[in-house]
C-alpha cells in the first residue's frame, strides 16, 4: 500500500538557519505530494503541492521538488524565523480502495522548533 | 470563505460512553473526510464521502464507530462504546472534488480524551 516516510524529529534549529526535512513516498500509482503544518492549537493547513515529476511546490519561503526518480519530496528553507515553529507532514494523493476517488495518505510528522 | 467547521473542540469521556461530532464543510465541496490522528502520529482516514455517499471505509472499526452525511452537507462521526484507545484528534476535512492534486481544507479538529 501507499506509505510516506519522514525524518524523525524533534528538529531544533537557530533563527536564521537552513531547514531541510526528508520525505520519501512509496505508492502504486502516480501521486500527488504534498507538505501540510499545523500550528500549536491549530489545525493542518496546506502549505505547498507538486503533481507532477520535477514540479516545484512553494509558499512562504518553503520548497519542496517531486522527485520521481528518488521517489522524495524534501522540505526546504533557506532561513527559518521562530513563526515556523510547528508540525510538518509530509503525505501523498492516491487512488483509494475504491479506485474513483484520493485520498491523503500522511507521514508521522516533524516537530520543529525555532529558537530566536 | 469560510472554513471547516467542527464540535465540539474538546471532549473527556469514560470508556464504555459514547460520544458524538459534527463537521460542516466548505460550501460546495462535494468530497467529506474524516482523519483521526492519535498523538505523535500522522492522520489516518476513517471514512471518505462523495456527496452523500461512502466511497472508503476501509480503515473504519465498524464495531464501534459509524458516521453519516445524510444530505450531503454536515456529517457527523460517532464512537460508542468508546475505549481508552480512542484518545485522539479527529479531522474533519472537505474538498471540492476528490481528484488527485485537489487541495484538502482540514478543520481545527475535536479532541478526544477517553479515561
Known amino acids: 500500500g501507499d506509505s510516506v516516510t519522514q525524518m524523525e524529529g524533534p528538529v531544533t534549529l537557530s533563527e536564521e538557519a537552513f531547514l531541510t526535512i526528508n520525505c520519501t513516498y512509496t505508492a502504486t500509482g502516480y501521486p500527488s505530494l504534498f507538505w501540510y503544518v499545523q500550528y500549536p492549537g491549530e489545525g493542518l493547513q496546506l502549505l505547498l503541492k507538486?503533481?507532477?515529476?520535477?514540479d516545484k511546490g512553494s509558499n512562504k519561503g518553503f520548497e519542496a521538488t517531486y522527485r520521481k526518480e528518488t521517489t522524495s519530496f524534501h522540505l526546504e528553507k533557506g532561513s527559518v524565523q521562530v513563526s515556523d515553529s510547528a508540525v510538518y507532514f509530509c503525505?501523498?494523493?492516491?487512488?483509494?480502495?475504491?479506485?474513483?476517488?484520493?485520498?491523503?495518505?500522511f507521514g508521522k510528522g516533524t516537530l520543529l522548533t525555532v529558537n530566536p | 470563505e469560510a472554513g471547516v467547521a467542527q464540535s465540539p473542540r474538546y471532549k473527556i469521556i469514560e470508556k464504555r460512553q459514547s460520544v458524538a461530532f459534527w463537521c460542516n464543510p466548505i460550501s460546495g465541496h462535494a468530497t467529506l473526510y474524516w482523519y483521526q490522528q492519535i498523538l505523535g502520529q500522522g492522520p489516518k482516514l476513517l471514512i471518505q464521502?462523495?456527496?452523500?455517499?461512502?466511497?472508503?471505509d476501509s480503515q473504519l472499526p465498524k464495531d464501534r464507530f459509524s458516521a453519516e452525511r445524510l444530505k450531503g452537507v454536515d456529517s457527523t462521526l460517532k464512537i460508542q462504546p468508546a475505549k481508552l484507545e480512542d484518545s485522539a484528534v479527529y479531522l474533519c476535512a472537505s474538498s471540492r472534488t476528490p481528484l488527485s492534486g485537489n487541495t484538502i481544507y482540514f478543520g481545527e479538529g475535536s479532541w478526544l480524551t477517553v479515561v
Open positions: 503525505a501523498l494523493s492516491d487512488r483509494n480502495s475504491g479506485g474513483s476517488n484520493y485520498k491523503l495518505t
Open positions: 507538486a503533481t507532477k515529476a520535477d
Open positions: 464521502f462523495q456527496n452523500n455517499g461512502v466511497v472508503d
